[in-house]
């Protein structure tokens, strides 16, 4: 019996994550996602998935080294950026683009996560019409990344906060993009195109998710005294609500908590707390009314919500949300490339059919 999606039909095992949807649990390289993602660097996190241990102190500063000397793009990889600019292509789509000439210089899987981020951040400038900043190889991934964007070192309350993002999405199970390269590492193909195919998955929105929209409708409703209001009206109009609900997870997202803890802290260093506070009055009476008008479909808060808040907080703009997802998820998609390289069959599933027999071919 053929299964729509896929659901439910386990195509791999693994011991790099396990997404537990009815205890809201997610679990990486063993260790809770709450535990992790809060102390871990992104260097430590990215060694753990790829050698299934934490790094000695050692190997930690070797890796970092490694990293921060290969962020530099290849010129036909800007001129390309540019293009796209001049062009004002999709973020995504420049990103999928210019990860393809990444093969000019390496198929090293160090080299492309050092580089992603320098992608992302030089078309981000490109596109506002600002010179591109070179990578700094004193920060750290993180702290480099925000470098670029914005050519001001920062401080550590933002490199915590983006540390613990990327933390976060490294990694979450058999999800479309990481199926999908893991479908194209089984055919002996290379990481550049893994990552590629990865990343044209991600960019469809239905697996890249709508973060910005959710940040929207936080905007949308301004004051927490007109959400009860707002918010009933989109649920009575058939409106989805943006950053609740998700395909796995039948309780709340346990990314949500981390995350939300984690925009606290940010905005706790701030001088305007007034939308943190918005937002966690949107989701409580969001919460509310969900249980209210859907009662048992277990609507509870994704990783979307606090994603977008924390993002603003750091200052970056909303097409930057779903390429800076790509920068943490790119080191889960190389994990699963070597997991499917040491035990590798093709992925060939079947399919069923269930069109017509026995057509004649028209003689005129």
């Known amino acids: 019996m053929a299964t729509n999606g896929l659901e439910g039909v386990v195509a791999a095992s693994t011991t790099l994550s396990l997404v537990d949807g009815e205890r809201g649990e997610l679990i990486i390289g063993g260790f809770a996602i709450d535990d992790l993602a809060e102390h871990a660097t992104f260097e430590e996190t990215t060694w753990l998935l790829w050698h299934g ?52 210089v390496s198929d090293d899987a160090t080299a492309i996560v050092a580089r992603i981020p320098t992608i992302v951040a030089a078309y981000s400038r490109l596109q506002q019409g600002q010179p591109v900043v070179p990578p700094s190889p004193e920060l750290g991934h993180a702290a480099n990344f925000i470098y670029m964007l914005s050519g001001q070192v920062p401080d550590a309350a933002r490199v915590r906060g983006l540390e613990t993002y990327l933390n976060t999405v490294i990694d979450h199970g058999l999800n479309a993009s990481t199926f999908t390269a893991r479908v194209i590492t089984s055919t002996g193909s290379d990481l550049v195109s893994a990552v590629v195919g990865a990343l044209g998955a991600l960019k469809g929105p239905l697996h890249g998710g709508a973060p910005g929209p959710a940040l929207d409708m936080v905007f949308e409703i301004g004051s927490a005294s007109r959400a009860e209001a707002v918010l009933r009206g989109k649920i009575e109009a ?88 790509a920068i943490g998820r790119v080191s889960g998609w190389i994990a699963h490339a070597f997991e499917q390289r040491r035990a590798n069959r093709i992925i060939r599933p079947q399919s069923e059919y269930v069109g017509p027999r026995g057509r004649q071919w028209p003689v005129h």
Do not use: W
């Not at 293009?83 to 995504?92: G, K, N």
């Open 53 to 104: 241990d934490l790094p000695s102190p050692a190997q930690l500063d070797a890796f970092r080294a490694d990293l921060a000397s290969q962020r530099d793009l290849p010129v036909s990889t800007i001129a390309l950026l540019e293009d796209c600019a001049r062009h004002d292509v999709e973020p995504m789509d420049a990103l999928r683009m210019a990860a393809g000439t990444l093969s000019l």
């Open 238 to 325: 058939g409106e989805k609500l943006m950053g609740f609900g998700h395909r796995i997870y039948k309780v709340r997202d346990p990314r949500a908590d981390v995350l939300a803890r984690a925009a606290e802290r940010l905005f706790t260093g701030a001088a305007d707390r007034s939308l943190y506070e918005l937002a966690r009055s949107v989701e409580a009476e969001a919460l509310k009314l969900l249980e209210e008008y859907k009662p048992g479909r277990r609507l509870q808060t994704n990783v979307e919500f606090y994603t977008a808040l924390l993002l603003h907080g750091l200052g970056f703009d909303v097409e930057l949300f779903t390429p800076t997802f």
